[in-house]
Structure formats: C-alpha cells, structure tokens
C-alpha cells in the first residue's frame, strides 16, 4: 500500500513525511484509487417531482471498475466544486462506460438548482469509484432499507446480487411520502423473477404521508417501524441472522438503526451509505492521533478538501481557518508539525477520510481547534 510515513520522528513514535521529494508522490495523492475521468451527460429523465435519472458517458470508451454500493462525484464547470452521487445501477446493468444516478433536488442546492435544465450534452467530470458500502460475503438474510434517492445504491446491490444468484432472502424496504414519490416500482419488483430459485426476494414500500381514504393498499407509516412490527416482531426476518443495509438521509438512517439496535440486531450487522451534503459538519482531523499514514489522502475524492498546511491563520467566526498555507513538498525542508487540515468549504461531507483513518484521528465530533505534533513535540 503506498505510504510516505516511513520516517520515525525521533523519541516520539511519531512518523513523519519522507523528504525525498523525487521518490515522494505529490502530496495530492488524491486519485491513487480513484480515476477522475471527462464525460458527457447522455440523458436526464424526470423520475418523481423532485427527483430524477442523470445518464452520464465517460470519454473515449474509458469505464470504472465498480462494485455495487459505491459511488461518484461529478463536478460541473460552473461549480466550485464536485457533488456525490452514488451510481444507482449495477455494473453488469450498465451499457459500457455509461453511468445512471438518481438525483433528488435539495432545496437551496447549487448543482440541484444547476441540474434543473436539461443538461444532456454537457461535459462533465465524473470521478470514482469510491465508497466502502457493499454487500457481505455472509449468507443471512438482507434487509435493506432505502429512503428518497437512497433507492440508488439499494438498487445497484440488488441488481448485483440477482446478477450473482445470491442464495439468500432479501427484503428491500422503501420509505417514501406518497404515491407519488415512488419509482422505478415495477423494475425492483421484477427482480423477484432473476433472483436466486429457493430463496425470497420482496420489495415493500412504505408510505408515511399518503391521505388514509387512497386507494393505496401497500405498508404505510415509517418504514423501519413497519419493517419492525411486520417482519421482525412476527419473526419473518430475524434480528440475530440478517444484515441490514441502508441508505439515504441521514435522519431516516439514524432513526432506522435505531430501530433496529432496540430490536436486537448488532452495529456490526448494519452497514450504511449516509447521503450527507453542506448541511453536515466537515469532519476534523487531531493531528495529536495523526501519524501521517496517507490513508486519509489516498481516499479523499476532491483536491483540496485535505490539505497538508505549512500555517494556519485568520480563524473564521466558526472557529475555522480562512488563511491556510500549503506545504509543497519541493520546497520544505522536511520537517511538518502542523500537518492535515479539513478545508470545510472544499469538503463534500463524504467521511471517507473518517472511515479510512485507522487511528480515529478524523471525526466531526473533535473540536474545531486543530491540535498539532507542535503541542505534543518539542521542536
Ligand atoms: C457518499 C454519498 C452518496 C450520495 N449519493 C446520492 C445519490 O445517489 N442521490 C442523491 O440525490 N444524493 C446523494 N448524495 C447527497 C448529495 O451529494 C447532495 O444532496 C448533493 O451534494 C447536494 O448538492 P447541491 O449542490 O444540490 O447542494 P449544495 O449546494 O451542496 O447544498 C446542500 C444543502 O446545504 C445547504 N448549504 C450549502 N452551503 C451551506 C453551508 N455553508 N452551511 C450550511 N448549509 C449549507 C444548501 O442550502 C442545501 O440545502 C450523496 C452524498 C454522499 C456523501
Ligand atoms: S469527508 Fe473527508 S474525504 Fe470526504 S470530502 Fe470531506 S475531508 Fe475529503
Ligand atoms: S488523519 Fe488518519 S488517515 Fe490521515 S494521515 Fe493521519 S492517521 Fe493517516
């Protein structure tokens, strides 16, 4: 695995950065694991009011070498920055090098806003594949539970796992408002028909908000409480042997785990993919648990959302730093003691960083103050 951190800092225990620049990637090492890529936006289909389907073709015949549960960023010339977005079909669904996601507009969102057009035959750049969300390699029973544009991901694993002939129960619920925020229902129930002979696939959406006298005969109120009083409580899915896979806001995923930690099932049964965007706290790195490892860096899907400073000034009102100067490597002279920063306005909310720190050193919990090998290390 590519590192820099080979150097031990005298008497601390503390590696610190490899000043042989030549040998040395570039600090960027951004993009070691993930291609960034020209593209086209080949199509763009209304799939509810507020959401809808974005059809993007890489240049030249190029394709990602993706797995079901990850996801893209795709950045726009007219924004500052790229947005994620998580591929919403399987690989083996896709023509080649073609990429679908589902788009849920956000209120007061830039690239919603900018997306409202019609934009096919634009350029765009498409950067992945990233994203740890998968299916496991167990053979318990799925419950997936997916809410708004959550269905991508969702959808993306369950197509895979029809494609694989996984010899296990699924019941993939979808929480939605009304009728009329459903999608794709057709297309998902008919996955029962590739799914693997012998063995339940079961799609099941619920609705929270549609008028009691419709004629809607499906599950109705929150999802996870549906799925708990129908399926777990009855004895259908049991707590003890299933995974559970979720995916979408952060509020329906928090309340859902919830929901299921109280019904007995185990944090380590349950896997996430949390659609996050500004709104979320940037996470903060404390470079006093910090040891330079790059894992953070090697994961990050945007430039400068992880910046290694030579000095930090000018804290904004939210106790943030608006004046950060960089360390270029060709030009230090080795020695870094300030290290990391989270620039929250480069930040796209992904956690990547947090889940990829082997040492818990990145958090959206840790004080917004950095903490620095400075304060721990007699230079
Ligand atoms: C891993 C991952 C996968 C995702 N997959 C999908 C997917 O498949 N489909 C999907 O629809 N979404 C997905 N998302 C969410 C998606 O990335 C966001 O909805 C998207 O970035 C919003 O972009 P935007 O430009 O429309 O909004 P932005 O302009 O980025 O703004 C988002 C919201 O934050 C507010 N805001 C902006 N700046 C600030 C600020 N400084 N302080 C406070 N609030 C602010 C805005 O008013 C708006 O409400 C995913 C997110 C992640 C992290
Ligand atoms: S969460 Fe971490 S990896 Fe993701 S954009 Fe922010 S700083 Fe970069
Ligand atoms: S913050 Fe964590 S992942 Fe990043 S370099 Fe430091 S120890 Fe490694």
């Given at each position: 695995?590519?590192?820099?951190?080979?150097?031990?800092?005298?008497?601390?225990?503390?590696?610190?950065?490899?000043?042989?620049?030549?040998?040395a990637p570039h600090p960027d090492v951004q993009n070691s694991r993930v291609k960034i890529k020209n593209a086209v936006i080949t199509g763009h289909e209304n799939l509810t009011d507020d959401t809808f389907l974005l059809t993007v073709k890489l240049d030249n015949g190029e394709v990602f070498n993706s797995h079901a549960g990850q996801y893209g960023t795709l950045k726009v010339d007219a924004l500052d920055k790229p947005r994620a977005f998580s591929f919403a079909k399987a690989p083996t669904s896709e023509k080649k090098g073609e990429y679908s996601f589902f788009i849920k507009q956000v209120p007061g969102g830039k690239f919603s806003e900018y997306l409202e057009e019609n934009r096919t035959g634009t350029k765009i750049v498409l950067s992945g594949p990233m994203g740890q969300f998968k299916i496991d390699e167990s053979d318990e029973d799925m419950v997936c539970i997916a809410g708004g544009s959550g269905l991508s991901a969702i959808n993306a694993i369950v197509e895979s796992a029809a494609h694989e002939k996984v010899k296990r129960n699924c019941y993939f619920f979808y929480g939605a408002r009304a009728q009329k925020d459903l999608y794709l229902v057709d297309e998902i129930t008919a996955i029962e028909k590739k799914w693997a002979k012998g063995y339940t696939f079961k799609f099941i959406p619920v609705l929270s908000e549609e008028p009691e006298d419709s004629d809607w005969e499906g599950g109705r109120g929150f999802v996870t409480d549906f799925f708990k009083e129908n399926y777990l409580k009855t004895g259908v899915v049991k707590a003890e042997s299933c995974k559970a896979f979720f995916c979408g806001p952060p509020p329906m995923i928090n309340a859902g785990a919830k929901v299921l930690e109280e019904a007995g099932v185990s944090e380590e049964s349950m896997f996430f993919d949390k659609f996050e965007d500004a709104r979320s706290p940037a996470p903060v790195i404390d470079n006093s648990k910090c040891v330079l490892c790059d894992e953070c860096l090697l994961v990050k899907p945007t430039a400068d959302c992880i910046v290694e400073t030579a000095k930090l000034s000018d804290i904004k009102d939210n106790g943030r730093f608006s004046n950060i100067k960089r360390v270029d490597p060709a030009f230090t002279s080795g020695l870094y003691y300030n290290t990391l920063y989270i620039n929250e306005d480069k930040c796209i909310r992904c956690y990547a960083c947090v889940h990829a720190c082997p040492h818990k050193a990145i958090s959206p919990n840790h004080d917004l103050e950095p903490k620095t090998l400075r304060n721990i290390v007699e230079i």
């Open positions: 695995m590519a590192s820099r951190s080979d150097f031990i800092y005298p008497n601390t225990g503390v590696p610190h950065r490899e000043t042989k620049v030549e040998s």
